[in-house]
C-alpha cells in the first residue's frame, strides 16, 4: 500500500515509506490531500533525539536554500536533552531561531503548503509548525508603462502584494495608516489589502468597502479588475467608478485625500475609491510641475476630451444640416473634397471610426519588431489611398486622425475607452437630428454622470454638487499653499486640514522680530 | 392610432417590469394600470379628433372670457 | 451618501431658478412683451416679477405651515375631498400643460430654423427621451442639471450683448426714458407676473429644500438675477431693431446672434443658441413635468413616482402635438387665455392658504371659548 503511495506521490528524493514509521498517520494525510502534486516536497529526518519528522514545501514556491541554512539548521542546533524538551521548546516556548513561524492544526497544514510556506512535522504531534520563507520569483520595480512622468519618482507596482505595500508604507510613514487583509477566491485564496489612513478616510466608506469585498464568492481572482467590478455601484455604465493605478505616489496621494486604496495580489493595478470624473482627468505629472504649466495642460486635456467624443459629430451634423455655419471658402473645400464620397456624411464617418478601432486594437499584437512600419502603412498609404479612390473624403480623415490622437491624451484608459465608445452614439444622433442631436445626446449624457456615484460620491463633484472649495483642484491647478484643505467630506469629524492655518507663520514672525 | 397603442403596450411592460421588481403592493399595480388606460385613451380621443377640436381651444373658451373680464375692468378703470 | 434624504440647497434653488426665469421670457416671449409694452417694457418686467414674486412668497407662507409634509397629503385636510382633488387635477393638467406648451414651442423652433424637413414627432420624441430620463431620476438630479450648466449659460448670454456692442443704435436709448404706454406696460405686466408666479410650485416641492428658511432669499435672488439677464439682452434687441420690428419677429433672440460678427471663423454662432437654450428649456420642462407627477403620485398615496413618470412624458408630448393645429395658432393662445390659465393656477395656493389661516383661527377662538 505504501509504494502505491509511494508511485503516485512521486516526490523527490528522501521520501520513506516505511509501514510502521510512526509519522507515516500524519504524512499520509498531507499526501492524500496534495495528492499528483508533483511539485510536493516531503523531507523526512530523524532529530538528536530520534524523533522522526518531515518537511513538506512546494518546490517551486519557497527558497531551498533558506530551509537547508535556516530551517535544518535551527532544528539541528537546538538546545534540548530530551525529546520531550525539544518538542516543548518547539511548540511552547516558541524557541527556534526563526523569526515569524507559527503553530498551526496539522487540518490548516495542506492550504499553508500551497501558499508557499513550509510545514514541519513531527511524529505523534497534532500540530505542525509553519514557516514563512516564501520566494516566489517576480519582476524586479521597475518603470510605469502606462503612466510615466517626466519629474515624479519612476516607481511602478509588481505583482507582489506585500512589495507593493512596502513601497506605500515607505511614503507613508505614519501609525494611522491602516492595512487590513482579507483572502478572496475560493481556489486562488488571493491576498487582498484595504488601506487607509485612520483619521482621514471616512468609516462609512471603509465599512461599506469591507462588506463588499466580504461578500464577493468567486472561483479566483486573477488581477484587480475582478474585484472592481464588484465596486461599481452601476456596472451597465461605460465610465469607472474605481480608479486604478500603477504608482505608489499616486496611491498614497489618493490615501492623504482620505480614499481608500485596494491591493490585489498578482495585479501592478492597484485599486482606488471613490473616484469623480475630475480625478480620472488629472495625471500624476500635473503636481510634479508648476501650477501655470500644470493649470494650463490641465485646460487642452479637458478641451480634448470634448474634441475626442464630439469632434465627427460636429462635422457631420454641420456638413449634413448646417452648411450655412462653414466660412464659405472652407465650404467649398469641404464640398469640393466630398464631392466624389458615395456615401453620406454618417456613413463615411463610420466606416474610419470603425477601421481606426480595428487598427488600434491591432496595434497592441502586433510584434514590436514590425509595429512602426505597419503603422506608418495604415496612415500614409490606406489612408491616401483611400481618399484618392472616392472612398471617403480628405477632411474626413483629418477628423478621425484628429479625433484619434485627442482620445489618447485621456490618462484614464478606461475612461478613454467609455469615450471612445460613447463616440458611436452621439454621431448617429447628429445624422438624424444635426446639431439638436448632439445637445440632446450630450444632455443624456449629462443626466447620467449626474446620478452616477462611486462608493456613494456623486461622480461630478466638485461642479455638482457644488463646492466651490474644491474648484481650485478642478478648473485649474491652484498653487500648493493654497490648496490647504483636504477635498469636501460629508463627515465633519474628519481631519479637513492639509496645512496648518496662518496662525504658526504669525508665532513664527514674532520669534523673529524678538531676536533681531 | 396604431403607433400610440403600440407605445402604450411597450409602456405598459416595462412599467409592470419594474414593479415587478420591486414587488410592489396589488394597489400601486392597480392604480398604475388604471392611468395608463385613462391616458392611453385621452391621448386616443385627442389624436381621433384632432380637427374637430383641440386642447387650446377648450382653455380658450373657459378663460379668454375671465381675461376679458379683468381686461375690460382695467380698461375700463382707466 | 443618504440618497432618500439628499436635499436641494438654496443655492441649487437659486441657479435653477435663474435659469428657469428667463429661458421662455428670452425665448419666445420676447416678441409679445415688446409688442405690449413697446419702450417700457423694463417697466414692466420690474412689476411684472416682483408682483409676480407674491405667488410663491404666498405659497411659502402655506407650505411652512407644515414644513415636513407634502402638499398632496395635506390638501384634502385644509378644503376637504370635494374641492381639493378638482383643484389639484386643475393643477396638474396646468403643469402638464405648461411643459407640453414650452416643449410645442422649442419643437417649432427647431423644426423651422434648424431642421426643415424632420418631422415633428422625431424631434419631440427624441426630447422627451432625455426629459423621461431626468424625471424619473429624481428632483436632485434636475437641480444639479441647472447647477452644472448655471455659469455656462450665465457667461454665455451675458456674451451676447457684449458682442453686439457695436450695432447699436444708441440714439433710442432715451426712449426707455421718456416713452411709457401705460397701458401696454400693464398688459405686459400681466404676462410677466403670470410667468414668475409659476414659481408658486415651490409648494410641492418644500419638504425636499433643505434650508427652508431660506427659499425666498434664493427666489429674489434668482428674480434679480434673471431680471439683469433679460434686460442685457432685450435692450440691445429693441436698440437695434426697434420696438416695432420686435414685436413682429418670432425669434428676436435668434436674430440677435445672428448678428454677431465672431471673425472668419463661424458664419454665425447659432450652435452657441442652441446649447444654452436646449439645457435651460429642458430643465424648465423637467421641472414642471416632475412636479405634475409628484402630486399625481402623492394625490394616489403611493411612493415611488417612478412608474407614472414615462405615462406622464409620453401623455406630454402627445398634448404637445395636438394642442394646437399650427403655430399661429399657439401665439394666438398667448394672447387669449393662457396667462388667465396661469394665473388661476397660481392663485389655487392662495385658497388653500386662506382657507388654513380661517379654520385655525376658528379653531383657536373655540378652543378659548371652551377653555372659558
Request: with cysteine; charged share 20%; aromatic share 12%.
Amino acid at each position: 500500500m505504501d509504494r502505491k503511495w509511494g508511485k503516485r506521490s512521486g516526490g523527490r528524493a528522501g521520501q520513506h515509506t516505511d509501514d510502521m514509521d510512526p509519522i507515516h498517520h500524519q504524512l499520509s494525510w498531507l499526501k492524500e490531500r496534495l495528492a499528483n502534486c508533483s511539485d510536493l516536497v516531503i523531507h523526512t529526518f530523524e532529530s538528536r533525539f530520534h524523533q522522526k519528522c518531515a518537511l513538506v514545501y512546494v518546490a517551486g514556491l519557497t527558497d531551498q536554500k533558506n530551509i537547508q541554512e535556516e530551517v535544518l539548521r535551527a532544528i539541528f542546533s537546538l538546545d534540548a536533552s530530551t525529546a520531550e524538551e525539544f518538542r516543548a521548546s518547539i511548540f511552547e516556548r516558541k524557541q527556534l531561531p526563526i523569526s515569524n513561524y507559527a503553530v498551526i492544526p496539522l487540518e490548516a497544514g495542506p492550504s499553508s503548503v500551497v501558499e508557499g510556506r513550509v510545514l514541519l512535522v513531527i511524529e505523534n504531534e497534532q500540530r505542525a509548525i509553519r514557516f514563512n520563507l516564501p520566494f516566489v520569483k517576480g519582476r524586479a520595480i521597475d518603470e510605469p508603462i502606462s503612466e510615466a512622468t517626466v519629474r515624479g519618482p519612476r516607481e511602478a507596482f509588481i505583482e507582489s502584494a506585500d512589495d507593493n505595500l512596502s513601497l506605500i508604507r515607505k511614503r507613508l510613514k505614519t501609525p494611522e495608516f491602516k492595512t487590513e487583509t482579507m483572502q478572496i477566491g475560493t481556489y486562488t485564496q488571493t491576498k487582498v489589502m484595504i488601506l487607509y489612513i485612520q483619521g482621514l478616510c471616512d468609516n462609512e466608506l471603509i465599512e461599506m468597502v469591507r462588506t463588499v469585498l466580504s461578500q464577493i464568492k468567486i472561483d479566483g481572482v486573477l488581477g484587480s479588475s475582478y474585484l472592481e467590478e464588484h465596486l461599481d455601484s452601476s456596472p451597465f455604465s461605460p465610465f469607472p467608478q474605481v480608479q486604478y493605478t500603477e504608482r505608489p505616489d499616486v496611491v498614497s496621494a489618493a490615501l492623504l485625500e482620505g480614499r481608500l486604496a485596494i491591493i490585489v495580489d498578482g495585479s501592478p493595478m492597484v485599486l482606488v475609491v471613490p473616484v469623480t470624473l475630475f480625478m480620472l482627468l488629472q495625471s500624476a505629472e500635473d503636481y510634479y510641475q508648476r501650477y501655470v504649466a500644470g493649470t494650463w495642460i490641465r485646460w487642452i486635456r479637458y478641451l480634448f476630451v470634448f474634441i475626442s467624443l464630439l469632434l465627427p459629430s460636429f462635422y457631420i451634423a454641420i456638413t449634413t444640416f448646417h452648411p450655412e455655419m462653414i466660412p464659405s471658402k472652407l465650404l467649398i473645400t469641404i464640398t469640393a473634397s466630398r464631392e466624389v464620397v458615395p456615401f453620406p456624411a454618417l456613413v463615411e464617418a463610420f466606416i474610419m471610426e470603425i477601421s481606426f478601432e480595428a487598427l488600434r486594437e491591432a496595434a497592441v499584437r502586433i510584434p514590436k519588431s514590425i509595429g512602426q512600419a505597419v503603422s506608418i502603412i495604415g496612415a500614409l498609404i490606406i489612408g491616401t489611398a483611400a481618399v484618392q479612390a472616392g472612398i471617403v473624403s480628405a477632411a474626413m480623415v483629418i477628423i478621425v486622425s484628429f479625433t484619434g490622437i485627442a482620445s489618447f491624451i485621456i490618462p484614464h484608459f478606461d475612461l478613454g475607452l467609455a469615450v471612445r465608445f460613447l463616440r458611436f452614439p452621439i454621431m448617429i444622433l447628429a445624422g438624424i437630428f444635426g446639431l439638436f442631436g448632439i445637445a440632446c445626446g450630450l444632455i443624456l449624457l449629462y443626466i447620467h454622470l449626474i446620478n452616477l456615484r462611486s462608493m456613494g460620491i456623486p461622480y461630478l463633484t466638485p461642479v455638482t454638487p457644488f463646492v466651490v472649495s474644491d474648484l481650485k483642484d478642478t478648473l485649474i491647478r491652484a498653487p500648493w499653499w493654497f490648496m490647504r484643505k483636504r477635498p469636501y467630506h460629508e463627515n465633519e469629524k474628519l481631519n479637513k486640514w492639509r496645512q496648518p492655518k496662518k496662525e504658526a507663520s504669525k508665532q513664527g514672525e514674532e520669534e523673529e522680530e524678538i531676536r533681531d | 392610432m396604431i403607433i400610440i397603442a403600440f407605445i402604450y403596450a411597450c409602456l405598459l411592460f416595462f412599467e409592470w417590469r419594474y414593479l415587478k421588481r420591486k414587488n410592489r403592493t396589488a394597489r400601486t399595480y392597480r392604480i398604475v394600470f388604471a392611468f395608463v388606460i385613462f391616458t392611453f385613451l385621452s391621448m386616443e380621443a385627442l389624436y381621433y379628433f384632432r380637427d374637430q377640436f383641440t386642447l387650446a381651444d377648450v382653455i380658450e373658451m373657459v378663460f379668454d372670457p375671465m381675461e376679458k373680464f379683468i381686461v375690460w375692468g382695467i380698461e375700463k378703470n382707466e | 451618501m443618504n440618497d432618500k434624504y439628499e436635499k436641494v440647497t438654496p443655492t441649487q434653488l437659486y441657479m435653477l431658478f435663474s435659469l428657469y426665469l428667463f429661458t421662455t421670457i428670452l425665448s419666445f416671449r420676447q416678441g409679445a412683451l415688446v409688442g405690449e409694452a413697446k419702450f417700457g417694457v423694463w417697466v414692466s418686467l420690474l412689476i411684472g416679477s416682483f408682483g409676480g414674486l407674491l405667488f410663491p412668497y404666498f405659497s411659502y407662507r402655506l407650505a411652512k405651515r407644515r414644513p415636513t409634509r407634502f402638499f398632496s397629503h395635506y390638501g384634502r385636510e385644509i378644503v376637504g375631498s370635494w374641492l381639493h382633488y378638482p383643484l389639484v387635477s386643475i393643477m396638474i393638467f396646468s403643469y402638464l400643460f405648461s411643459a407640453a406648451f414650452v416643449l410645442r414651442e422649442m419643437q417649432d423652433f427647431m423644426v423651422e430654423v434648424f431642421l426643415p424637413d424632420t418631422p415633428d414627432w422625431a424631434v419631440t420624441s427624441i426630447f422627451c427621451i432625455c426629459v423621461a430620463y431626468a424625471v424619473r431620476s429624481g428632483v436632485q438630479t434636475i437641480f444639479r442639471c441647472a447647477q452644472g450648466v448655471f455659469f455656462l449659460t450665465m457667461i454665455g448670454m451675458l456674451l451676447i450683448p457684449v458682442f453686439v456692442m457695436g450695432e447699436l443704435n444708441k440714439d433710442m436709448s432715451v426712449a426707455f426714458l421718456n416713452h411709457f404706454d401705460w397701458k401696454g406696460i400693464g398688459s405686459g405686466s400681466y404676462l410677466v407676473a403670470s410667468l414668475y408666479g409659476q414659481m408658486s410650485f415651490i409648494l410641492f416641492l418644500f419638504p425636499f429644500f433643505s434650508n427652508q428658511q431660506k427659499t425666498m432669499k434664493s427666489l429674489i435672488w434668482a428674480t434679480v438675477t434673471s431680471l439683469f439677464i433679460i434686460c442685457s439682452n432685450l435692450i440691445p434687441t429693441i436698440l437695434i431693431f426697434g420696438p416695432e420690428l420686435t414685436s413682429n419677429l418670432i425669434y428676436p433672440e435668434l436674430e440677435l446672434i445672428r448678428y454677431i460678427r465672431a471673425g472668419y471663423f463661424l458664419e454665425n454662432l447659432d450652435p452657441v443658441l442652441i446649447s444654452i437654450w436646449l439645457t435651460s428649456l429642458f430643465i424648465k420642462i423637467s421641472l414642471f413635468l416632475y412636479v405634475a407627477i409628484l402630486i399625481l403620485t402623492h394625490s394616489f398615496s403611493l411612493q415611488d413616482h417612478k412608474p407614472l413618470s414615462l405615462t406622464m412624458t409620453i401623455l406630454m408630448a402627445g398634448i404637445s402635438l395636438l394642442m394646437v393645429r399650427t403655430g399661429a395658432d399657439l401665439v394666438r393662445l398667448m394672447g387669449h387665455g393662457e396667462v388667465m390659465f396661469l394665473i388661476v393656477t397660481e392663485a389655487i395656493p392662495i385658497l388653500y392658504l386662506v382657507v388654513d389661516w380661517i379654520r385655525s383661527r376658528l379653531g383657536k377662538s373655540s378652543n378659548e371659548k371652551a377653555k372659558a
